[in-house]
Each structure stands twice: as C-alpha cells, then as structure tokens.
C-alpha cells in the first residue's frame, strides 16, 4: 500500500477510536508483493470488558432495583405509617401495632407483586425459547426467589423505623427517634444503591432521602389535616 494512503488510513482509524467507534484497519497487499499484514480490530481506549475484569452493571439491574425497591418500600411506607399515625394517637402501643401492621401487609404485597412480574417475564422467556429451538437456553429467572427476596429486603426496611421508636414511651422522643433512624437509613440504602450501581453515591443518597422526607410530611400533613377537618377524636388511653 502506498505509504501516503496508509498514513490515511491510520489517521482516520486513531480518529474515530478517539471517538469510541470500533475501528477495523486491513492493508491490502502492497504492489511490490509483500505480504498483506492481518486486520486488526482497534479498541477505543478506556472501554468496559468483562474479560479485563471490567464490572457489568447490567447485569446487577435486576436483583439491585428489587433489592433497593423492597428495602426504600419497607423503610419509607413504616415511617410514614408510624409518624401519620402519630399525628392523631400518641399512644406507644397504637404506633407500634401500625408499624407491625404495615411491615406484614407491606412485605406480603411485595412478594405477591414480584411473583406475578417475575412469572410473567418467566412465562415470556420459555415461549420464546420454544419458538426459537435454536436459541441457548440461559438462566431463566425465578419467580420464588424473587418474591422471597423482595418481601424480606421490605421487611429489613421496615424494622429500621419499628425498632427505631416502637419501644420509646415519650411521644415527642419516639417520634424523633423514628425520623432520625428514617433519615439514616434513607440515606445509607441510597448511597448504596449507587455504589453498587456505579453512581454517585452522594446523588442517590440525597434523591432517596428527600423522597423519603417527602412522604412522611405529606403523611403526617395528611392525617392531621383529616382530624381536623372532620374533628375526628381519637382516644389516647392504653
């Protein structure tokens, strides 16, 4: 190949793999004979591989989002059950059989919903394979495990809150104790969630952690807004 044109040709290929285009550079064989060199494949520098030990966020995306779902789920619904209830009953035992309630209902509806999303992503994978007799079967996801796994990272969530303050007898302590144990745990499962991610782990600790502020002020606002409206009295004895 003339000299010139392959001075081009590499130019153009170190272009482009700057650019992280994946670069095919083949010499065709010279005029005088000499042999041709191989392709070879120019990689963009920097780039993510598996087999260099490069960590694959895809493939966490899945038992990540379920397991940070369940435990942001568990951690802000109980919270915010418990300071809502608070709002209108001061009563320790009131509040601690809400957070009980709520830990129960909450970790059996998300096991339920994570069944039927997980069977139904099952039942699409085994239809497909059937159709595509040539295509490998992988690793098909499983509807139990999932469902066992959501129910207890809510129930891990939820005992933050519960333990937190379902044992303080002061109203006023119990229900600082509760915002203080949420906002900690809000805080560490957001920045965990990015840290496993490949996020920022400030960003997501802070995302996580006003929506979890958020529900439980529009929560208590709620509630309190109810009784009052509607002077609703709601015993505190017990």
Sequence with gaps: ???HISSHVHADAARRTKEG???FVVDVEAADGSPARPAEAVRPSGGTDDDNGAVDYMARAQWLRAAV???NDGLVSVASLM?????VNENRKTMLVSGLAGLVAGACSMAIGEFVSVYTQYDIEVSQI???KHK???DLPSPTRAALASALAFAVGALVPLLAGGFVSQPLARFCAVCAATTVG????GASGGY???ASMARSGFRVLVGGWLAMAVTYGVLWMFVKVFRIHVSSSG
């Design 136 to 138: 490998e079967k992988k």
């Design 196 to 198: 496993l991610g490949g």
């Design 69 to 71: 779902l369940g435990a």
């Design 21 to 23: 285009d994946d670069v």
């Design 130 to 132: 059937n159709k595509q």
């Design 1 to 3: 190949m003339d000299p």
């Design 186 to 189: 809000l805080a560490g499962f």
């Design 83 to 87: 300071i809502g209830v608070s709002a």
